[in-house]
């Protein structure tokens, strides 16, 4: 894909507003850090050094069970809903719990073991996903600036880290953990450990040492073992990281650098100009790539750094970039925009403040394929629900923007998200909407690119023998012929009509 100019925005409504959270009403505070799980929960971390913990409470699906319906009739139906068309009711504060004095900077999920990972004033904290059980902190770990999670792309593209024997750092029962490959529980007591490698494992930048954490879980009991696997000699000045496979990506106001896992060896992957916006690194949970981010264009690029799938033009640089399904989210001033990651179009903006208000960040689901999107200034969280795709199409429709409702199906087909059954049954729509407005050639159009469009459903009194009725239309085409500028089409070798070159 080449850099494309994104000064005209489409008329798609991908996302709409949900609702908006004010923490000032239980904390006088403001918001450094969110995350969102996919269990509808969402975590703030706050400038005073609180956890604050809300959940969003959907309403029940009246569908249980909607992909059972024919696909037709999720668009001939204005009533109709999908799975993950769920209207979300309200959000609701559980809890909050102190870290410290110090701001939460970042806040780091582990939904499959049910831990969340704090780092706040240069040092980790561990807590549960409910915030009942104790803070704990992660005493042997200081000076901590940055920390994140490694992701796999498939297991044939990552080693495997848990043969590693460098410990540095870590405790004397760390070193005879890993010696006897077993577990060791906090009172001391040796047992076998779950290996979490890939899902549990962590780069964390402190000074000039790029670790790599492993956390253990031990079965059927809630103590964790965390693991110093490696240590590299890091750079200075780390501002953003991204951990993908066997390759650790920082980005620093010089530029960006990539480490390997395994070898610790670095190399520059591309400098940045001398007045530069700071660097901005976002993993692309879906496609598993990463965005780079140079001033106002993002650079997709591979584990390698490589640029993969081109660039996209922002209208200006922004404060935090998101992901949702096909589109990357940036926010700034203000605005939420979203700009599909292929096409490099911008497709939709949304206002939810004014410039000035503050830095703002965006946090996403990160299967990268969420239903919702959560927005924070420093004094509210501004949520937004993706709408679901078949009211998209269905809005397209109704505007009457044909052009646009056949790219979205079009998009979607080849992100496998439909069937080629709705995408032929979307041109067969447009074609009856255009055949409507008398525009004929247009509408045979769409209805030649619909596999399943059947010629008996456009004219019912054509039928597969001669009859008198597909007699007179042959007769009444000949005698058009004569009168208007005609045009004979063939259906697929199926039948031939005549239609007066109107539009």
């Known amino acids: ?56 409470n959907p309403d029940t699906p009246n569908d249980k069970n909607p992909s059972t319906k024919d696909p037709k009739s999720t668009l001939d139906d204005p009533n109709s809903t999908l799975d993950f068309d769920i209207p979300f009711r309200n959000v609701s504060f559980i809890k909050s719990v102190t870290i410290g004095d110090s701001a939460v900077e970042t806040v780091l999920l582990l939904d499959e073991i049910g831990k969340v990972i704090v780092l706040s004033d240069g040092f980790l904290f561990l807590t549960d996903s409910g915030l009942v059980q104790p803070v704990k902190k992660l005493g042997f770990l200081k000076g901590v600036s940055f920390i994140t999670k490694r992701v796999k792309s498939s297991e044939s593209e990552c080693s495997d880290l848990s043969g590693f024997s460098s410990l540095e750092g870590s405790s004397a029962s760390s070193r005879i953990l890993s010696r006897l490959g077993g577990g060791v529980r906090g009172n001391g007591v040796k047992d076998s450990v779950q290996k979490g490698e890939g899902d549990y494992v962590f780069a964390v930048v402190a ?36 951990w993908i496979n066997d390759s650790i990506i920082v980005g620093t106001v010089i530029g960006y650098s990539l480490f390997s896992c ?33 001033d106002n264009v993002g650079i997709i690029a591979d584990e390698h750094g490589q640029p993969v799938g081109g660039s996209l033009v922002f209208r ?29 179009d911008r497709v939709q903006t ?15 689901e990160e299967s990268g394929n969420g239903k919702l999107v959560a927005v924070a200034t420093p004094t509210k969280v501004i949520f937004y629900r993706r709408v679901p795709t078949e009211e998209q199409i269905k809005d397209l429709l109704r505007k009457k923007n044909f052009k646009e409702a056949v790219s979205l199906v079009e998009e979607l087909k080849s992100d496998g998200e439909i069937s080629n059954e709705m995408l032929s049954f979307v041109h067969a729509q447009i074609g009856f909407l255009l055949l409507f407005d008398l525009h004929f050639e247009e509408a045979v159009n769409h209805f030649l690119q619909s596999e399943t469009m059947q010629p008996s459903e456009i004219f019912p009194f054509i039928m597969r023998d001669p009859n008198r009725w597909s007699l007179l239309v042959c007769v009444y085409s000949f005698i058009l012929q004569d009168l208007f500028p005609c045009q004979y089409l063939l259906f697929d070798k199926r039948w031939l009509i005549c239609l007066p070159l109107v539009s």
Request: proline share 4%.
């Open 207 to 242: 000074g000039k040492k790029l670790m790599l954490i492993e956390l253990r879980v031990v079965p059927n009991d809630k103590e964790v073992d965390l693991l110093v696997l490696k240590e590299m000699q890091c750079i200075d000045g780390v501002k953003t990281i991204v």
């Open 316 to 344: 200006k640089g922004p404060d935090s970039v998101g992901e949702l399904a096909s589109y990357v989210i940036v926010v700034r001033d203000g605005k939420l925009e979203l700009y599909h990651k292929k096409s490099g």
């Open 1 to 56: 894909m080449a850099t494309t100019n994104t000064d005209t925005t489409t008329t798609r409504t991908v996302i709409e507003p949900l609702l908006t959270f004010d923490p000032t009403l239980h904390f006088h505070t403001s918001i450094k850090s969110i995350a969102t799980s996919s269990q509808s929960f969402i975590y703030l971390g706050t400038s005073s050094g609180s956890l604050l913990l809300l959940s969003i």
């Open 350 to 364: 949304v206002s939810f403040g004014s410039e000035g208000s503050g830095p703002c960040i965006v946090a996403d």
């Open 262 to 294: 395994i070898t610790g060896q670095s190399g520059v992957i591309f400098t940045l100009p001398d007045v530069s916006s700071l660097p901005f690194l976002k993993l692309l949970w879906k496609e598993k790539k990463v965005l780079l981010l140079v």
